[in-house]
Nanobody, 124 residues
Framework: QVQPVESGGGLVQAGGSLRLSCAAS????????LGWFRQAPGKEREFVSGISRSGTRTYYLDSVKGRFTISRDNVKNTMYLQMNTLQPEDTAVYYC?????????????????WGQGTQVTVSS
């Protein structure tokens, strides 16, 4: 079992940056593909970005390509999401997720474990 814990959310003006972190307790993160999901008020949860176990394969939602960068440090058991040029439409609760199956060519994650979420609010 693994328990992801997010940090780094907050309030930022449009055009600003934030870096989210996801640390794990329990089993080592290297066993899992990892990803970030987000859910805005009144909207369904969407898959924002994912990274394979080794970190060699990544996925990004079209609307965040070129602005967000996902990375992981399997020694530190931590994953990151660097978010630049943030826009008000990025406002959401961001969730870290871990999938025991690796990120494949379908670029899908079916998480086995979820974090509690961290709020990101971008003001215009």
């Amino acid at each position: 079992q693994v328990q992801p814990v997010e940090s780094g959310g907050g309030l930022v003006q449009a055009g600003g940056s934030l870096r989210l972190s996801c640390a794990a307790s329990g089993r080592t993160f290297s066993f899992f593909a990892l990803g970030w999901f987000r859910q805005a008020p009144g909207k369904e949860r969407e898959f924002v970005s994912g990274i394979s176990r080794s970190g060699t394969r990544t996925y990004y939602l079209d609307s965040v390509k070129g602005r967000f960068t996902i990375s992981r440090d399997n020694v530190k058991n931590t994953m990151y999401l660097q978010m630049n040029t943030l826009q008000p439409e990025d406002t959401a609760v961001y969730y870290c997720a871990a999938d025991f199956h690796d990120l494949g060519y379908d670029n899908q994650l079916t998480p086995d474990y979820w974090g509690q979420g961290t709020q990101v609010t971008v003001s215009s």
